[in-house]
């Protein structure tokens, strides 16, 4: 079935560093999305890409979807200790659209 | 407006035995989800449904049952408790299956003993 990696799987950074994380498909993707989790919390939604090379920003968040659309990316650009948290990506597993399968995550920590 | 309600947070059971976990959304949400999440670890999907009195098998749905007999509810039942099913169990809802954001709960940590 679809699966979707990631990396890195850990990244520790000091605060007012940049940080990226990548995801990966071996196929063509409908779409992705991006999701936080803080330690201890839930999965929330940050952001959905769905056309070849779309960019979209949110505040010190940049997203990125491949030109094949096999392919995503999310930075942040200054990290705060507000950022610490594991970034997920998330795919279609189907073509019906059902369901979508989760990446590993990367874990952020931020040094203060 | 709530979003998606689980129940309960916390639970401890001893090998062998039967739970059901609750999931609740006021969303009026035809697609939920089950999730677990183990320690460190990414989401992995046990079973979903796309509507009342549908439901469909995810990745991991061994030692689970479900059942969806409204569009609020998606219970998840554990019929005999093992060691390896200690997780946080994560249920979610979205508008439109994977096109749309999804909503998680609050998730309920399950310890098996």
């Known amino acids: 079935g679809q699966q979707v990696m990631q990396i890195p799987q850990y990244q520790h950074v000091q605060e007012g560093e940049d940080f990226t994380t990548y995801c990966n498909s071996s196929?063509?993707?409908?779409?992705i999305q991006w999701y936080k989790q803080r330690p201890g919390g839930h999965p929330v939604f940050l952001i959905q890409?769905?056309?070849?090379?779309e960019v979209k920003k949110q505040k010190r968040l940049t997203f990125q979807f491949g030109e094949a659309k096999k392919n995503s990316s999310l930075h942040i650009t200054a990290t705060q200790t507000t950022d610490v948290g594991t970034y997920f990506c998330?795919?279609?597993?189907?073509?019906?659209?059902?369901?979508?399968?989760f990446g590993p995550g990367t874990r952020l920590s931020v040094l203060p | 407006n709530a979003g998606v309600t689980q129940t309960p947070k916390f639970r401890i059971l001893k090998i062998g035995q039967s739970m059901t976990l609750q999931c609740a959304q006021d969303?009026?949400?035809?697609?939920m989800y089950w999730y677990r999440q183990d320690p460190g670890m990414g989401l992995k999907l046990i079973y979903y449904?796309?509507?009342?009195?549908?439901?469909d098998k995810g990745e991991v749905p061994n030692g689970y049952n479900v059942s969806r007999s409204t569009t609020e509810d998606f219970p998840l039942r554990l019929e005999l408790a093992a060691p390896s099913q200690t997780s946080v169990y994560f249920c979610?809802?979205?508008?439109?299956?994977?096109?749309?954001?999804?909503?998680f709960g609050q998730g309920t940590r399950l310890t098996v003993v």
């Open positions: 979610a809802s979205t508008v439109t299956g994977g096109y749309t954001e999804a909503f």
């Open positions: 196929t063509t993707l409908s779409n």
């Open positions: 890409l769905v056309k070849s090379g």
């Open positions: 998330a795919a279609l597993t189907d073509n019906y659209g059902q369901n979508f399968v």
């Open positions: 969303m009026n949400h035809n697609y």
């Open positions: 449904s796309v509507g009342a009195g549908i439901t």
